[in-house]
T-cell receptor
Framework: KQEVTQIPAALSVPEGENLVLNCSFTDSAIYNLQWFRQDPGKGLTSLLLIQSSQREQTSGRLNASLDKSSGRSTLYIAASQPGDSATYLCAVNYGGSQGNLIFGKGTKLSVKP | GAVVSQHPSRVICKSGTSVKIECRSLDFQATTMFWYRQFPKQSLMLMATSNEGSKATYEQGVEKDKFLINHASLTLSTLTVTSAHPEDSSFYIC?????????FGPGTRLTVL
């Protein structure tokens, strides 16, 4: 069964810290992997998309890495800000260009001012 | 990035009524759309895959006669929750793919009294 696991489930850090969110997946034959942000009661905001052939993607203070062989991805957030507080979801696509996403349960991040 | 809209954003209805949720891709054509459901403190779970011009494919445990999906055009998919009950109260999110990336709608919060 293809599963996506995110650790930790919740994380609280002081403002300014660098932090890492972890995502692991059971089947390494992925098509791509996406990181999303979800604010309470809201939809999803796509942060980074990593294709299976890529090792990492960067956008501003965010960096996502992908290691297919070990079934892991990390989302690195530099110099965290209170506005980064949200739930971060990792999702894996196994089905190709028309494939659905399998989501982890998310990491709820709280950045304290 | 591409934009996906959902309507309504929030709906409250009485038990036994039917509710229709629309998902539109605003600036691209989507041959495939997905419907996800998210219960409180849980991750998104795929309900069904909606293919333009053909019947939707439902995930195991999702009743196709209860959750009617119509994908009449390349930019519109609808989900109708028939005879809704309180246990159907959830956050419903659609996504559409442009064959490279999935783009998510803002979600619809359904509350069945």
């Amino acid at each position: 069964k293809q599963e996506v696991t995110q650790i930790p489930a919740a994380l609280s850090v002081p403002e300014g810290e660098n932090l890492v969110l972890n995502c692991s997946f059971t089947d390494s034959a992925i098509y791509n992997l996406q990181w999303f942000r979800q604010d309470p009661g809201k939809g999803l905001t796509s942060l980074l998309l990593i294709q299976s052939s890529q090792r990492e993607q960067t956008s501003g203070r965010l960096n996502a890495s992908l290691d297919k062989s070990s079934g892991r991805s990390t989302l690195y957030i530099a110099a965290s800000q209170p506005g980064d507080s949200a739930t971060y979801l990792c999702a894996v696509n196994y089905g190709g260009s028309q494939g659905n996403l399998i989501f982890g349960k998310g990491t709820k991040l709280s950045v304290k001012p | 990035g591409a934009v996906v809209s959902q309507h309504p954003s929030r709906v409250i209805c009485k038990s036994g009524t039917s509710v229709k949720i629309e998902c539109r891709s605003l600036d691209f054509q989507a041959t495939t759309m997905f419907w996800y459901r998210q219960f409180p403190k849980q991750s998104l779970m795929l309900m069904a895959t909606s293919n333009e011009g053909s019947k939707a494919t439902y995930e195991q445990g999702v009743e196709k006669d209860k959750f009617l999906i119509n994908h009449a055009s390349l930019t519109l998919s609808t989900l109708t929750v028939t005879s809704a009950h309180p246990e159907d109260s959830s956050f419903y999110i659609c996504s559409a793919t442009n064959s490279v990336e999935q783009f998510f709608g803002p979600g619809t919060r359904l509350t069945v009294l």
